[in-house]
């Protein structure tokens, strides 16, 4: 129910204005993002390279109805590419095609997308592109199948709560396309998604074998002691080097994990959101642990 909520919440554009805009939001928010500026996530970057954790980072921003501000978002994206690159930055980024202007037109966001992708692939660099609420899955995967016959640079992320997936995932391995592997962030109806987490969960521990062995580099993006022990089993049983997938964990949870696999020697990858458009990906967040909310309403009444 308070799942439900927040993730109804994440969806409300007035709510977003005001929480944006409130001192109280953005000290909030920076317990899970970077900060306002580029500057400041290149910063965070650093420090977590000096970890042996590389890092994915994400311009905030999703859903622009505006022509001009899907072009401004793939601009910024080059820009965050070359910034990468200059500061030997190990990373790479992730984009939303909302934020590209998916809901405006397919053929903008994806000349946006190519745009993006071609910088990245100068300095043979990964470009994500995350998976948003289902309505989206469809186009998500066929404009990255279609893109990666020309940017190997490009891959996507699949959402175990789908009912769908397993069908996604074997397009995807037959397309040599990249994978990070999650439950899903987003409300979905029962018709189409589990409506319960241990199904989610188990639907997780059933993908991670095929992945694992034949998979290009996946990403095991989980908070979730179990789904992590689970994959480190299944490598070590079949003998999958350590080299040849990611763990991805986010900005802000779980630092104690990334730092144990880092040192362990897992490849990590941490997600660095930054910006200033924090409010959908906060209120995901919160719809994750019910404790991020009283930590919210916590600073809420220091005031
Ligand atoms: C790198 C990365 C990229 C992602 N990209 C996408 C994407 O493109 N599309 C998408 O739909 N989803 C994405 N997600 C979110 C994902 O779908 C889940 O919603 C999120 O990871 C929580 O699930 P979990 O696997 O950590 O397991 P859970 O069972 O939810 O959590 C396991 C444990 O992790 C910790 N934890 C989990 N979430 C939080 C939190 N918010 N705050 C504090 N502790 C927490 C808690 O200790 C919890 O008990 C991404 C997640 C990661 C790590």
């Known amino acids: 129910m308070l799942k439900e909520s927040m993730l109804y919440l994440a969806r409300q554009d007035a709510i977003r204005q005001l929480a944006q805009n409130n001192p109280i939001g953005q000290r ?5 993002v970077a900060g306002e500026s580029l500057d400041l996530a290149i910063q965070v970057a650093h420090t977590l390279n000096r ?9 905030l921003g999703e859903n622009t109805s505006d022509e001009r501000e899907a072009r401004a978002a793939a601009d910024d994206y080059v820009a965050i590419v070359e910034r990468i690159h200059a500061e030997g930055v190990e990373g790479n980024i992730s984009v939303k095609l909302t934020a590209l202007g998916l809901d405006i037109s397919e053929q903008l966001c994806r000349d946006n997308l190519a745009r993006v992708l071609r910088c990245a692939q100068q300095y043979g660099m990964f470009v994500r592109v995350d998976m948003e609420a289902a309505d989206y899955t469809q186009r998500t995967v066929d404009m990255v199948v279609e893109l990666h016959h020309t940017f190997e640079n490009v891959g996507t992320v699949i ?3 789908l009912f769908r997936t397993p069908e996604d995932v074997e397009r995807l391995l037959s397309e040599r396309v990249r994978m990070r592997l999650v439950k899903g962030a987003y409300l979905e109806p029962p018709t189409i998604a589990y409506a319960h987490k241990a199904d989610v969960d188990n639907a997780y521990l059933r993908l991670l074998p095929s992945l694992l062995e034949r998979g290009v580099y996946p990403a095991i993006a989980t908070h979730d002691e179990r789904m992590i022990n689970a994959a480190i089993g299944v490598a070590h049983e079949r003998d999958i080097p350590r080299a040849r997938f990611e763990f991805q964990m986010l900005y802000g949870i779980r630092r104690d994990l990334q730092e144990r696999l880092a040192t362990a020697g897992y490849n990590v990858r941490v997600y660095v959101p930054y910006g200033s458009q924090w409010y959908p990906y906060l209120t995901r967040r919160m719809a994750e ?3 991020n909310l009283m930590f919210v309403l916590s600073n809420a009444l220091r005031g």
Do not use: Y
């Not at 909030?28 to 899970?32: D, Y």
């Not at 970890?51 to 980072?57: F, G, K, N, P």
């Open 51 to 59: 970890q042996r954790i590389s890092v994915s980072l994400d311009h």
């Open 28 to 32: 909030v928010a920076r317990r899970f």
């Open 159 to 161: 959402q175990t709560a």
């Open 289 to 291: 642990r019910p404790a």
